[in-house]
């Protein structure tokens, strides 16, 4: 029977030593491991470089949705996926929800498998 992984809360920012500074704890290879799972999609990667690169500042689901060509619902998922792993942060407003990239938890995150990579 598969080992059934621990559920931990990873909505904050990872906070742990660079993959280079030594052998890593299991807790926070775990920390790390689910944080990239959640990118581990090429939409998921998508929502994120549009995200990231959108001219305002948050995008909305309906807006993702039409450019990703992918139905609401989908789209959906993958936001709940990247939000649960603490990469994006939505606000409800009226009928429409709005997502903007956790830009400290995605620089931890960048900062932890390569300590020179933000610098």
């Not at 990873?10 to 906070?15: E, H, K, L």
């Not at 995200?51 to 993958?78: G, I, M, P, W, Y």
């Not at 409800?92 to 990579?117: F, I």
Request: charged letters at 20%.
């Amino acid at each position: 029977m598969p080992r059934t992984l621990p559920v931990i809360d990873i909505a904050a920012p990872v906070c742990c030593s660079p993959l280079a500074a030594g052998p890593m704890s299991d807790d926070d290879a775990l920390r790390v491991a689910l944080r990239l799972k959640a990118l581990a999609d090429p939409a998921r990667v998508k929502i994120m470089s549009l995200l990231f690169n959108s001219s305002a500042r948050e995008q909305n689901t309906r807006d993702l949705a039409a450019v990703l060509k992918l139905s609401e619902s989908t789209v959906s998922h993958h936001l709940s996926q990247l939000r649960t792993a603490g990469l994006v942060e939505s606000d409800r407003r009226g009928m429409s929800v709005y997502h903007r990239p956790h830009r400290d938890a995605m620089a931890a995150l960048c900062a932890v498998l390569d300590p020179n990579c933000c610098s």
